[in-house]
């Protein structure tokens, strides 16, 4: 069954930490997308990544930064946490096809930051 | 730049009858695909049913069928003989153009009552 893996389903870190979200995915996808969703925001795009060592900014990339040294993996960091970056965190991947093939997406970390 | 909307924020439906979710988008592209994912509150995004813009057959999958209306830019979802698993945030998502990203509405949680 493939599948895309998020290290953690909940984290709870302090203001000011570093903190790092891992993904995995292993269905060979050439893309993989950070999400993060708020209730009435919908899900707003962080960062995505269409090949490995490369990264473009989403919708919202400020205070995060992303980083893509192998296919499979894809990975959030939160350089200093701040309350305002508590939230549910998802990632996804897809094949190259101009969004014909959708996103598998994995279950999700929920983020609190105190 | 292309945008989806959900106008129903919230919406209620009885055990075993049907409802029908809204979703309406705009874009310029002649060719794209339209997603409906579901998110169960186990937080696992789901891809419930996908329509290619070309064809005009609307897309059916078991109790889930899509009213796709390619001049009026709408993408609705019924769902017949609603059961309590139905329960879930419902998101409409556009795919399409020179992108690979799929842009998202903002999703209707969508309630079944026993």
């Known amino acids: 069954d493939v599948k895309v893996t998020q290290s953690s389903r909940y984290l709870v870190k302090r203001t000011g930490e570093k903190v790092f979200l891992e993904c995995v995915q292993d269905?060979?996808?050439?893309?993989m997308f950070w999400y993060r969703q708020d209730p009435g925001l919908g899900l707003r795009l962080i960062y995505f990544?269409?090949?490995?060592?490369?990264?473009e900014k989403g919708d919202i990339p400020e205070g995060y930064s992303v980083s893509r040294e192998k296919k499979e993996r894809f990975s959030l960091i939160l350089e200093s946490a701040s309350t305002n970056q508590t939230s549910m965190y998802l990632c996804?991947?897809?094949?190259?096809?101009?969004?014909?093939?959708?996103?598998?997406f994995g279950s999700g970390t929920r983020l609190t930051v105190v | 730049a292309q945008t989806v909307t959900q106008s129903q924020p919230e919406m209620s439906v009885q055990e075993a009858e049907t409802v029908t979710l809204s979703c309406t988008y705009d874009?310029?592209?002649?060719?794209?695909?339209l997603f409906w994912y579901k998110q169960p509150p186990s937080r696992q995004m789901i891809l419930v049913i996908r329509?290619?813009?070309?064809?005009?057959q609307n897309a059916t999958e078991n109790r889930f069928s899509v009213n796709f209306q390619k001049a009026a830019k709408s993408f609705s979802l019924k769902i017949s003989d609603s059961q309590l698993g139905d329960t879930a945030m419902y998101f409409c998502?556009?795919?399409?153009?020179?992108?690979?990203?799929?842009?998202f509405g903002t999703g209707t949680l969508l309630a079944v009552q026993p």
């Open positions: 998502a556009f795919g399409g153009g020179a992108t690979n990203k799929l842009i």
């Open positions: 269905m060979d996808h050439e893309n």
């Open positions: 990544s269409y090949d490995v060592k490369m990264k």
């Open positions: 874009t310029s592209e002649n060719n794209y695909y």
């Open positions: 329509q290619e813009a070309y064809k005009q």
């Open positions: 996804a991947s897809s094949p190259t096809g101009q969004g014909a093939y959708g996103y598998t």
